[in-house]
């Protein structure tokens, strides 16, 4: 069965500091790949998505995210944290004829100001 | 822009009860889904339904759970009679093609 690894439970950077969040995957074929966002109490938010093509993929809020088949990984990265971006952040794989999305643990962010 | 929507945002509730959790999706799509995430846990799948019928459900989505879209905007779940442990975030989520999907903002079930 896939699975997804976020290997950073919490991670604390100082506001304009740069961001590498990791994401591992384990499935055979190359899956769809996303990176979600959630402020506390609210929902899930989709931040990026790869599908296939360009192994670079840019998102909304400045975040950009890397996939690499030969790591099976698909980091999150931004050049420049700012305090807002401090929330939960998930790496999701999409298998499945049903389309459900496998869930990492999530990471949690921590801005220092 | 739009947007998925649940209602309640809470929903309080005594073991044995049944619930129904409502979601309107995004209008022009075609799939839909329900995950749940435990306090301190990932989200997790619980089923998704396509065509007027679930295409995918997981092992948590055993006989206690139903899902229905009962018009053309609405999609519920129906817990059959709660158990403390369904004390979690249920999400609702829609896509109007293979896998980008759309999230609402959850709600939070608590069985007393």
């Known amino acids: 069965a896939q699975s997804v690894t976020q290997p950073d439970i919490h991670i604390t950077v100082s506001e304009g500091a740069s961001l590498e969040l990791r994401c591992n995957y384990s499935?055979?074929?190359?899956?769809?790949l996303f990176w979600y966002v959630q402020s506390p109490g609210q929902g899930l938010q989709l931040l990026l998505k790869?599908?296939?093509?360009?192994?670079l993929v840019q998102g909304i809020k400045g975040f950009e995210a890397e996939f690499k088949r030969s790591q099976s990984s698909f980091n999150l990265r931004k050049p420049s944290v700012h305090w807002s971006d401090a929330a939960e952040y998930f790496c999701?794989?999409?298998?499945?004829?049903?389309?459900?999305?496998?869930f990492g643990t999530g990471t949690q962010l921590k801005v220092e100001l | 822009e739009p947007e998925v929507t649940q209602t309640p945002s809470h929903q309080v509730t005594q073991m044995g009860q049944e619930v129904i959790l409502r979601c309107v999706p995004i209008?022009?799509?075609?799939?839909f889904y329900w995950y749940r995430q435990i306090l301190g846990q990932k989200v997790e799948f619980l089923v998704s339904f396509y065509n007027n019928e679930i295409s995918e459900k997981s092992e948590i989505f055993d006989d206690q759970f139903s899902v229905e879209r009962p018009d053309g905007s609405n999609f519920t779940l129906k817990i059959r009679s709660t158990k403390l442990e369904d004390s979690a975030m249920y999400f609702c989520?829609?896509?109007?093609?293979?896998?980008?999907?759309?999230f609402g903002p959850g709600t939070r079930l608590t069985v007393t």
């Open positions: 499935y055979g074929a190359t899956p769809y």
């Open positions: 989520a829609s896509s109007e093609s293979t896998y980008e999907q759309y």
């Open positions: 209008s022009n799509h075609l799939y």
């Open positions: 999701a794989v999409g298998v499945g004829g049903g389309n459900k999305l496998t």
């Open positions: 790869y599908f296939s093509g360009d192994t």
